[in-house]
């Protein structure tokens, strides 16, 4: 799960892009949906439009962008590498062109934004229907099974034809529904609104009565759902192999591994909050929410934008005990395994953080559901004075901790003494514990030795990228 969202880059740096191969979909209209993208533009009367990529695409992104200058008059600009996961829509990024809209291209995790119109360009993947039919026919042999029909968002536009094939053998089947973006109104009983599905069930159904048959690949997506309706069994069909499974990912054995997270939280003193995402809405409201947790629940919080995480960054924070990544419902669930300090969800920071919040066997990787308002917000109990505590001991490192909630760590300074004076030159300087306690440290980071650097002329330096520069092969020779 890790690679998805948070890597080296070294894979991206020894891939090969061929154009030829990158198209072995046939007519690119079709695939891009020229037709609807064109009438998007024209019909918001947009000047400068976003094209974000994922990397798959990428190489067709200059003749993507010129079939839609040339049918719209519009400015396009091309997003390639994208700040944090390509599933998301990278505002910033358009912001940065000052784009009107943006069109993404390619899977994507569904989550509202917050400015920018968008239109959701999912590319029309093939899938062969009737095998899928088949293999389903074959996983489900009971005609009166209770089946809801899940998707990858690039096999939808085929779950129209595969209905048609199945509603009439399998009367209580339940087909999703993608759906871009917040609808309005209030959910209606029955109705079930998540990771950008909407499907409705009788009012006599009970979403844990059912099974589960997800059309796609192994990935980030079909991990989310499986620990979300973690009571249901599921099943899946892979459109490229052609093959049906039961999955057999233990669902028990992941969730007492994030449990074990969650302990871990409880023991953590410092937590670092990794802003995963800047365009999500809400994401502005789940920072405020987590950083109020983390100081009612006794410990200190650092809010870190490094973009993608990878284990080396975050190794630059030693003194952080664990982190919680504040990213879409897809990208949330990062394997940590590798990271030297662990990596939670906001969900599972509440469980640690939150005395009022207790596991239910519901999980929530959407972290909106946390907000006030939402299905799964539950408010902070009052605070409790130390004497009248109920002792907590760490099942991991045996000691005592508190487990109670506190008004405030420390007397916070309003925000006028925040400036002192640095020197007699009545220059200012903002007074941060954080930047206080990395001044203490014996090594910060590259110094840059203002006037003490002699000056040189430029030369002639190496080219190439840094795990092959060109003239490598000859130094070692």
């Known amino acids: 799960m890790a690679a998805a969202f948070s890597s080296d880059g070294e ?23 020229m037709d609807r993208a064109v009438a998007f533009v024209r019909d918001g009367g947009f000047r400068k439009v976003a094209l974000q990529f994922p990397d798959a695409l990428l190489a067709d992104a200059a003749a993507v962008a010129a079939r839609m200058e040339e049918a719209t008059g519009a400015e396009m600009y091309v997003l390639g ?157 892979d459109p490229v192999t052609g093959q049906g499974r039961r999955e057999t990912l233990n669902v028990n054995r992941a969730l007492m591994r994030r449990l074990y997270l969650v302990e871990r939280a409880r023991d953590a003193r410092v937590v670092g909050i990794l ?13 405020q929410h987590l950083r109020q947790l983390v100081h009612r629940a006794g410990k200190r919080s650092y809010t870190l934008s490094v973009g993608k995480p990878n284990p080396a960054k975050l190794a630059n924070f030693l003194e952080v005990d664990i982190f919680v990544l504040v990213a879409c419902a897809q990208n949330s669930l ?47 109990p009052p605070a409790v004075p130390a004497a009248e505590a109920v002792p907590d001991v760490s099942l991991i490192t045996g000691e005592m901790r508190a487990a109670h909630l506190c008004n405030s760590l420390a007397p916070q300074p309003p925000p006028s003494t925040t400036l002192a004076c640095r020197d007699q030159t009545r220059a200012l300087a903002e007074i941060s514990p954080a930047a206080t306690f990395l001044e203490s440290r014996s090594w910060r980071g590259l110094e840059q030795q203002l006037g003490k650097t002699t000056v040189s002329k430029a030369v002639q330096g190496r080219r190439g990228i840094a795990i092959a520069y060109e003239d490598e092969g000859r130094e070692q020779s």
């Open 11 to 33: 894979a991206v740096l020894r891939r090969t892009l061929d154009p030829a191969a990158a198209f072995p979909r046939g007519d690119k209209d079709e695939f891009y949906e």
């Open 81 to 237: 590498d994208t700040t944090y996961g390509s599933c998301c829509v990278d505002e910033v990024a358009a912001e940065h062109a000052s784009a009107g809209a943006v069109v993404h291209y390619g899977p994507a995790c569904l989550s509202p934004c917050r400015k920018l119109p968008v239109l959701h360009v999912f590319g029309r993947q093939p899938l062969d229907v009737g095998r899928c039919a088949e293999v389903f026919r074959e996983l489900y042999p009971e005609r009166h099974s209770r089946v809801v029909v899940l998707s990858d968002v690039v096999y939808a536009h085929a779950m129209g034809e595969l209905e048609k094939q199945l509603c009439h053998e399998y009367p209580n089947i339940i087909f999703s529904q993608v759906v871009c973006g917040d609808l309005p109104g209030p959910t209606l009983p029955g109705e079930v609104r998540q990771f950008g599905r909407q499907f409705h069930m009788e009012a006599a159904e009970e979403l844990q009565d059912c099974s589960m048959f997800y059309v796609g690949a192994e990935g980030l997506a079909l991990t989310s759902f499986m620990l979300t309706w973690n009571c249901c069994p599921f099943s899946s069909f």
């Open 275 to 287: 802003v995963g995402t800047l365009g999500v809405a809400g994401y502005l409201d789940v920072l």
């Open 334 to 380: 990062l394997d940590s395994s590798d990271f030297y300090r662990p990596i939670v969800t906001p969900y599972e920071l509440e469980l640690a953080c939150n005395p009022a919040r207790e596991w239910t066997g519901n999980y929530f990787t959407d972290f909106r559901d946390l907000l006030p308002g939402a299905c799964a917000h539950i408010e902070l």
